[in-house]
């Protein structure tokens, strides 16, 4: 089956500054990658997402980048605000059931 | 247009109980997955279910789990003979119909299960 590495498990920054949080994934036939963000008791929600035949998607000042060869995905966030603390989870899926990495606690520091 | 619906929140149970977490899918939805959640780990994958149907229950442990999502109602996850290690967050999701792709899971809020 699938499996979703990510890392760092936690990251801290200082508003302002740009965060990147990196996931590989095993299975080659995985071609479709969700971002959630899940705040503090609350459910995960759906942040941004990309598929295998696009290399990178942007909103606002959230980007994601996929390299297929390499089965490796990141999402970059710019200019950071204390209301992006959260916990970010990546997945792979597509064809199969989504799954998701350890993720990955940002916390921003204002 | 409701979210995914899930009830009870919190649900709190004695060791040998059993525990029964609902999940009301997006209006036009018809698609249910269910995730275990665990303290500083990711979501588990544990069911996938449509309409009278389990679809996948490979994430699910063969012993005191099952589920349900009848033609009228909403989805069920059942733990029979509850233990301290069944303590967790669940999370229902939900996706569009389609015939191929798990794409676009739209998440309910979690119940929280606790087993004194």
């Known amino acids: 089956g699938e499996n979703v590495e990510q890392h760092p498990s936690t990251l801290s920054v200082q508003e302002g500054d740009s965060a990147v949080i990196k996931c590989t994934y095993s299975d080659s036939a995985s071609n479709y990658f969700p971002w959630y963000k899940q705040e503090l008791g609350k459910r995960p929600q759906l942040i941004i997402d990309i598929r295998s035949n696009v290399g990178e998607k942007k909103d606002q000042r959230i980007a994601v980048t996929l390299n297929k060869t390499a089965k490796h995905f990141s999402l970059h966030i710019t200019e950071t605000q204390p209301e992006d603390s959260a916990v970010y989870f990546c997945?792979?899926?597509?064809?199969?059931?989504?799954?998701f990495g350890r993720g990955t606690s940002l916390i921003v520091h204002p | 247009n409701a979210g995914v619906m899930q009830n009870p929140r919190h649900l709190v149970r004695r060791r040998g109980q059993e525990a029964r977490l609902r999940c009301s899918p997006m209006?036009?939805?018809?698609?249910v997955y269910w995730y275990r959640q665990l303290p500083e780990e990711g979501l588990k994958f544990m069911v996938y279910?449509?309409?009278?149907?389990?679809?996948?229950e490979s994430g699910m442990p063969k012993e005191r789990f099952s589920a349900e999502f009848p033609k009228e109602g909403p989805s069920i996850l059942r733990i029979q003979q509850v233990v301290r290690g069944d303590s967790a967050a669940y999370f229902c999701?939900?996706?569009?119909?389609?015939?191929?792709?798990?794409?676009?899971?739209?998440f309910g809020s979690g119940t929280q299960l606790s087993v004194l």
């Open positions: 999701a939900s996706s569009p119909p389609s015939s191929t792709r798990h794409e676009k899971l739209f």
């Open positions: 209006k036009g939805h018809s698609h």
């Open positions: 997945a792979a899926g597509g064809s199969y059931i989504p799954t």
């Open positions: 279910l449509q309409k009278e149907n389990i679809i996948d």
